[in-house]
């Protein structure tokens, strides 16, 4: 059964089959039609005999012995092996050329034909043991008047013959090109699959150790070519994502191990050397920030994993971006007053820019781009909003004069844990903002791209397509 199952196997037997069924009808069909046509050219020799036979007979009086000598020696010189009957116009024998050779039993009573319209019918006549008689039965006219009956008979032999030794040949000869055709089919079906066999052979030899392999490359422009080509291709995203699997593990271990190692110390030096109710206060809330960083943490954890799995559920409906951005800009000016930022809101005039999306998260994802604006800008420095439409599209921009990123970070810094500066980590947080920032635009069917020169500051641009109304209004 597992050879059945073989691909190989089963393109060979399904070429095997379809020749044999071309064959097989080609066959028929011309065996049909060589039967046909002997049996046309038999009929052609009993007919043109007949006519003969009529042209002779039509100058005869009354029924003459002699006449039916004549023409047997005619029939036998001619050789056509033809065996003839006459009847008068009563259907009584008149002659026959060679009597005893074509049996009455059996045959059509003469009569019928001698009063049937169109003169003249074709028949077989079977013979026990002998091959079958062609007979044509021919009225024997004198202007609009039949005087006679005239019926011919040749012998089927040779045309059956003929048909035999066909059907012979077919039934020698059929096997022989199936069976090289078999072998043929085989060795081009194992020529087709062997490039199969490679690659099948090779991705069984790789897993998660060496995912960097790669299957030989082929033609591209044939379908093997293109099967490695995408086998490929899903090799390197596994490779990627294997990569970013691992080191978001590492990533993750670390950020949760830091605050756990500050916890445990601070908890050793509380029941080592705390003394008053004072110290135990201090080390409890220091306690407590760890723990909330570690809440913080694993909550963007948990919505990065549920974004993935698509089990983040979102309320779209249409949201002013307007009426979004001006309170973001409140909750900007009061965070930036501490260290003497400005933040500033620039509006398009006299057009309210609506999108479709969950009003909460698109809340969560521009206030964490105005927050980061703010932790990296210096004191006296600026953050600027600023909302503007592009076609169909509501393009909003969060610039800063912050400190800046060198190229070589732009690529990664929307990365889970990515961080530019390590040392600073317990103060830019996790590095995982950027990934929600970046889930949530592509969620609302967005873009988000960054461009910024080191010591000069960053710009954000979020792009998110224009309702259906606004799209009409902005129109």
Known sequence: MQFLRSIRTRITLWYVLTVALILGASGLFWYLSLARTLQAELDERLLVIAETLSGQLIATPEPDPEVCR???????????????????????LWCETSPGLLPEAGAADPRHTLVSPGGQRFHSLDQPGEAALRVLDYQLLEGSRVRGLIRVGISEQPARHILDRLKLLLLIFFPLPLAALGFGGWFLADRALAPVENISRTMAQ????????????????????????????????LENSFRRLRQFAADASHELRTP?????????????????PEEFRNILESNLEEIDRMSRIIEDLLLLAKSEAGETPMTMKQVNLNLMLEELALQGKILGENKGIAVSLKLPENLEVRVMGDELRLHQMFLNLLSNGIKYTPTGGRVEL???????????DVRDTGVGMAPEHLQRIFDRFYRIDRSRSLESG?????SIVKWIVEAHQGQIGVTSTPGEGSCFQVRLPLAATAAADAA
């Open 206 to 237: 790789i897993n998660t150790d060496n995912l960097s392999r790669r299957l030989p490359e082929a033609d591209q422009h044939s379908e093997i070519g293109r099967l490695v080509q995408n086998f490929n291709r899903m090799l390197e995203q």
């Open 70 to 92: 004549v023409l047997a020696q005619d029939l036998a010189l001619s050789g056509s092996g033809a065996f003839v009957r006459i009847y008068d116009a009563a259907g009584s």
């Open 260 to 276: 756990l190692t500050v916890l445990r110390g601070e908890t050793e030096v509380a029941l080592r050397w705390t003394k008053n």
């Open 430 to 434: 996790a590095g995982l903002g950027l």
């Open 386 to 396: 600023q909302l503007r439409v592009e076609g169909e599209q509501a393009v909003i």
